[in-house]
């Protein structure tokens, strides 16, 4: 056998690089697709394996209270469930000591209205809301401490 050689020229051989160059470009990026699809497959179903917990407008404001390290918490609600009108929120203000209470928010579409204090609140301010109101305790002290 002989062998035959073969003279390229110059551009024959340009022609035969770019052509390499194109399919190894090709390749790559079809390399990379692939693996990104793969990856967002794996979030996508990372995400819906695990659906978050949509914490509603009242859950946060609790635990906004809680996490400023008070040590009372008193929720009050309306007996009847709805929301606070002006009168309401004129006897609340009446009857709780302002002087003792670091903090109100009005929650829950204005159904509920939450105050942290540092301070203890006589219970008679509290015997008086309770004939009003329905009260939740969330302190960390209790109030017969």
Same mark, same amino acid.
């Given at each position: ?5 073969? $003279?390229?020229?110059?551009?024959? %051989? $340009? %022609? ?27 979030? $996508? ?10 914490? =509603? ?21 309306? %007996? ?12 609340? $203000? ?12 009005? =929650? ?8 942290? =204090? ?28």
């Amino acid at each position: 056998m002989t062998s035959k050689k073969t $003279n390229l020229t110059t551009a024959e %051989k $340009n %022609k035969h690089v770019s052509k390499i160059i194109i399919v190894l470009i090709t390749a790559f990026f079809g390399i990379c697709l692939a693996c990104e699809n793969s990856s967002l497959k794996e979030n $996508n179903n990372a995400a819906q394996g695990t659906p978050e917990k949509k914490v =509603s407008e009242f859950e946060r404001d609790l635990e906004t209270m809680r996490t400023a390290n008070f040590d009372y918490v008193f929720v009050f609600r309306r %007996k009847d469930g709805g929301a606070f009108d002006a009168e309401d929120k004129i006897f609340l $203000n009446a009857d709780l000591p302002k002087h003792l209470i670091n903090r109100v928010i009005v =929650s829950d579409d204005d159904k509920a209205v939450i105050a942290g =204090s540092n301070y203890k609140v006589p219970p008679e301010s509290l015997e008086g809301l309770r004939k009003r109101f329905d009260i939740q305790d969330y302190s960390t002290k209790k109030e017969n401490e």
